[in-house]
């Protein structure tokens, strides 16, 4: 074999479908049936031994694989979630070269509102649909990675070395992954490409491409005004409302009436060829852009243009309001005037923006001379930068192509995502030369965090054969 027309695509297609078949979806429903909380959601998580579970099962699984050379550690720092590090050798024309490939294996917690038959932790397959909590978000990231190295492997196909990462921390923003990338370097080496499976796509019909991540800035905003409650008769009209103080902090960092963000640096300009991505995508999806979220009858999105959709879930700066505390339920409301509410903010931040810069000016914003001399306070446990994908290399824009046409029968398509992989800028800045090849399979309705999400299994097939053909091409590239 010595050239990318010779790999048989039709037997990468009916291998990777052999095995999601015959293997992958049983190891998920198993997998999708374990409650592996991310550490932020379940600080005792070693005692549970939910993680410890999940990563014995996929590491059983993987190790099984009929890949030469293929080697396994689960690997341990101290006071760490663990770490699934996998090596697999190079063979042919990419031998001497080194491909990334990431997923994790914890997951976000329950949510409510899930539908009455299914459940975060109960696996339940209809159709083309896997749901429950963790299938698609992204424990299918290490099967799919190893299925792709075993379909070029039963064909002799040349490829790159391959170094897999599997790890426990990313739901709670990769605190753990660093130090396991530092104390791993010398044995990852040098990366000339990264695929990571923990991204979305914006239908299931194409290959979609990440081409950038949104930044966060996450934690609670807290007001006190007395130190207990009192008779909201007696008080009202002296003692201001802790909520409308929260509100009127709030104010301060958003437009109450268009949301738009007044940080000066939470904005900024968006490069032409992004723009120019969001108008080809939303130009792909039609109404599927906005369609895909549940609204209510009668409701409608910010935005009226579909590519300003785009660009307003992928480039600007956004936030959410995730978490009370302090309002209790509507059977319990009574006439009090209450000491306290605090709020659990979410904000989205563009992938350029310096997440430590808007965290700065956001705690200065919503803390300095605080209305009535109410005790404001802030928490802001989650800074993350965003990541914006270095220029194509056309060899990786005509693979991804050749690919999309070969297992969907359609262009391959670009766009950002508005969620945050930290692990991403993290990689940038260690291999400034590495090309990224950033997708998933978390599509319309799969609802990853939220209630009934799902995995699209037919989907996951097609673009596990695509990353297969990736691969083969990226070992016949041209090199300097």
Known sequence: MT????????????FVDE???REIVAELTEYIAIPCKSPLFDPDWRAAGHMERAVRQIAAWCRGREIPG???????LEGRTPLIYMEAPGHGGGADDTVLLYGHLDKQPEMSGWRPDLGPWKPVR????LYGRGGADDGYAAYASLTALQALTRQGAPRARAVILIE??????SPDLPAYIDALADRIGEVSLVICLDSGCGNYEQLWSTTSLRGLIGGALSVEILTEGVHSGDASGIVPSSFRILR?????????????IRLASANVAIPEARVAQAKAAAQQLGQMVCAKFPFVDGARPVPADLAEMVLARTWRPA????????LP????AGNVLRPGTSAMLSLRLPPTADARRVGAELEALLTRDPPYGARVSTRFDKAANGWNAPPLAPWLEAASEAASQSCFGRSACYMGEGGSIPFMGMLSEKFPEAQFLITGVLGPHSNAHGPNEFLHVAYAKKLNAAVAEVLAAHARRPRP
């Open 70 to 76: 293929l080697a396994l550690e689960i690997v341990r």
């Open 319 to 326: 936030l959410g309001i995730t978490g009370q505390s302090g």
């Open 3 to 14: 050239d990318a027309a010779a790999l048989d695509r039709r037997a990468v297609k009916a």
């Open 168 to 173: 426990a921390s990313e739901e709670s923003g």
């Open 248 to 260: 009127q902090l709030i104010s301060r960092l958003e437009d109450e009436a268009t949301g738009e």
């Open 329 to 332: 339920d509507l059977g319990s």
């Open 126 to 129: 209809e159709g083309d649909r």
């Open 19 to 21: 095995v999601w078949d």
